[in-house]
Every structure is written in structure tokens, then in C-alpha cells.
């Protein structure tokens, strides 16, 4: 069973840079891909972006498109989110988690089909 580990969360002014990231440490029972997702307070989960551990594809959100990079060490079974150019808007808990399957579609972009799930690290950013 997964067991997803979040770090490098913090406060930081608008136009400043973040990087997360996650350490899957039950990388062998064979998660298919990983995906950070987004909670703000009053607000629903929301997908952030998703990378596949073999071949490395990648899928963003159109928010953060541009400004976030999803990005994984096999070798480490670590997943790393580099947030740069931040926006009191990307303010949330920010969670990761494994998906057991393959995704298609606008399923490549959801929030139920992940499987397990990091207790979550905050981010804050300041205007």
C-alpha cells in the first residue's frame, strides 16, 4: 500500500517559488501515477497536475499551466510539484496522491480515481 509523504509547503509572497514533494514509499505495489491536488478553505478538491511514473506524461490544470511542473525520480519514488510565479489564488492544502489505474480523457484531469492519499501541506501565499 502507498504511503504518500508531502513536504516543502510554506508561506511565500506573490511572484515567489515552492517546490513539493512526495515520497511514495510503497512505490512497489505499483501505483500507475501520481497527482497533486489542491484544497483552498470553503472550496472543493481540485486537480493540479498528474505525471505517470513510466514514460513521465503529464497533464495540468489550465490555472497553473505555464507556471507548475509536475516531476518524478523513479529512483527515489518521489514526485516533486515546482511551483513558481505564485498567486494568492494557488493558496490551499495541497495533497498527494497514487492512481492504481490508467486514466483517458478528461479522467486524466479528476479528483476520485486516486487511491491513496498524503495527509496534505500547506501552502500560503501572500499578496
Known amino acids: 500500500q502507498a504511503q504518500l509523504v508531502e513536504s516543502g509547503g510554506g508561506l511565500v509572497q506573490a511572484g515567489g517559488s515552492l517546490r513539493l514533494s512526495c515520497l511514495d514509499s510503497g512505490r512497489t505495489f505499483g501505483s500507475h501515477a501520481m497527482g497533486w491536488l489542491r484544497q483552498a478553505p470553503g472550496n472543493e478538491r481540485e486537480f493540479v497536475a498528474r505525471?505517470?511514473?513510466?514514460?513521465?506524461?503529464?497533464y495540468y490544470a489550465d490555472s497553473v499551466k505555464g507556471r507548475f511542473t509536475i516531476s518524478r525520480d523513479n529512483a527515489k519514488n518521489t514526485v516533486y510539484l515546482q511551483m513558481n510565479s505564485l498567486k494568492p489564488e494557488d493558496t490551499a492544502v495541497y495533497y498527494c496522491?497514487?492512481?492504481?489505474?490508467?486514466?483517458?480523457?478528461?479522467?486524466?484531469?479528476?479528483?476520485?480515481?486516486?487511491?491513496?492519499w498524503g495527509q496534505g501541506t500547506q501552502v500560503t501565499v501572500s499578496s
Open positions: 505525471i505517470r511514473w513510466s514514460g513521465g506524461m503529464t
Open positions: 496522491a497514487a492512481d492504481r489505474d490508467y486514466c483517458s480523457g478528461d479522467g486524466c484531469y479528476g479528483v476520485v480515481q486516486y487511491d491513496y
